[in-house]
């Protein structure tokens, strides 16, 4: 049987890593893991995991990461419309993807 799931964190929503105490926005979701075979461990691939841009001092990075360390960033507004444009595509119905990937 198919579990459902739903993520938590929207694309373009501000969020914040737990541990590694970095900002940024989330620009994919994969519904359970998706990288590579090596981590993390069984238990930790059923959840969402999230590409997300971080903010660093002087350039952004992209990492992948995992619902359960995520939070919502309460110090960070949303994006605004200019920088959702930047990032994202959307369909008639709202619907955003990253802008390097086709809406599905």
Avoid: N
Avoid at 6 to 11: E, I, R, T
Avoid at 18 to 35: I, L, Q, T
Avoid at 41 to 62: H, I, K, N, S, W
Avoid at 74 to 86: F, N, V
């Amino acid at each position: 049987m198919t579990r459902l799931r739903f993520a938590k964190f929207a694309l373009g929503q501000i969020v914040r890593h737990r541990d590694a105490a970095f900002r940024g926005v989330v620009v994919d979701v994969d519904a359970a893991y998706a990288g590579p075979k090596r981590e993390p461990g069984p238990d930790e691939r059923e959840q969402p995991f999230y590409r997300v841009l971080a903010m660093g001092e002087e350039v952004g990075f992209l990492v992948y990461a995992a619902e359960a360390v995520l939070e919502p960033d309460p110090e960070l507004g949303s994006l605004t419309d200019a920088e959702q444009a930047q990032w994202f595509t959307m369909d008639r119905e709202g619907h955003r993807a990253p802008r390097s990937q086709p809406i599905h």
